[in-house]
């Protein structure tokens, strides 16, 4: 009996720890209303029928078009390297489940009053002094602030009376720093992706857009118009990229997911919903394990 009582508590534990997890959406609705740079195809949606068939059940079929680098989405190395990978390419180890990290450089910004800020190596550096080295095989995502403009197209664009872009990015040495960080630390994979919460992985006023090519070439892809990363914390998450499998693509609307073992400040308790149907079943097999001896 006693034996019973043990597996139950290691099962009580497992049950726990599952429900812990919090599931954060870092994307955006892929609407009208989605984040969209003016330099490309917006997102448009056409109902194609929406009400009863000939046969009295109703039917709903939408066509829609947009860019591929429209909304939340992820940019393929071939975006700006001849021979990157296209969307369909990119390693599934790459996408699912990958360790992230946070660099929040929002309070840089603001002191810097630049709305054309670039993430510096003395940023990462800092951040590496803070919290530890980036792990091999990780997402390092940037939180400029710049989410918060995001209701108002032509602030978080960073539109002025030129119709000329401005908003934060990623500097040309940080990127090159981000993508010679497996050679650094003599590991397998580096960093797999760089993530952003604006429009673009290089500041608005940008013609050469190095930091797309830094990383690109090394096969490292891009995610931009990124959301709620303020949810998840500097370490401990991880994040899944779901882009569409498009051959050849230069990149793909993608729904991004981030999930964290602990609830961080602000974030919504509706992620560990996603657990609770596991709990009846586990509570039930708990209860029959209570009374069942492991020797019998």
């Not at 947009?66 to 390693?91: M, R, V, Y």
């Not at 539109?159 to 090159?176: I, M, R, S, W, Y």
């Not at 974030?267 to 039930?284: D, N, R, V």
Request: glycine share 8%; net charge neutral.
């Amino acid at each position: 009996m006693a034996g019973g009582w043990q597996v139950a508590a290691l099962v009580v534990a497992a049950v726990a720890a599952s429900t812990r997890a919090v599931i954060v959406d870092l994307s955006y609705t892929y609407n009208v209303d989605a984040p969209n740079s003016p330099r490309v195809t917006p997102f448009s949606h056409k109902i194609v029928k929406k009400g009863p068939n000939k046969i009295n059940i109703w039917q709903e079929v939408n066509d829609f078009c947009a860019s591929e680098h429209s909304g939340t989405h992820l940019d393929a190395p071939i975006n700006f390297a001849q021979h990157g990978w296209s969307t369909e390419a990119i390693p599934l180890s790459r996408l699912w489940r990958v360790p992230a990290v946070v660099v929040d450089v929002s309070g840089p910004i603001k002191n810097a009053q630049d709305k054309n800020y670039e993430v510096k190596v003395r940023d990462l550096e800092q951040w590496e002094s803070d919290h530890g080295t980036i792990p091999d095989g990780a997402l390092v995502l940037f939180r400029t602030g710049w989410a918060k403009k995001v209701k108002n197209i032509r602030d978080f664009a960073g539109l002025d009376q030129h119709n000329t872009l401005n908003f934060p990015g990623v500097g040309k040495g940080a990127a090159e720093w981000l993508a010679r960080h497996a050679s650094r630390h003599s590991y397998q994979k580096g960093v797999v992706g760089v993530g952003i919460d604006t429009l673009s992985l290089d500041k608005g006023q940008t013609v050469r857009f190095p930091a797309h090519v830094a990383l690109y070439q090394h096969n490292i892809y891009g995610l931009e118009n990124l959301a709620n990363l303020d949810k998840l914390p500097a370490t401990g998450s991880y994040v899944t990229v779901m882009p569409l499998k498009i051959g050849g693509g230069s990149g793909s609307p993608a729904r991004v997911i981030g999930e964290v073992d602990e609830a961080p400040p602000g974030a919504s308790p509706a992620g560990t919903l996603l657990h609770s149907a596991y709990i009846l079943p586990c509570l039930l097999i708990i209860t029959l394990l209570a009374h069942w001896p492991l020797n019998a």
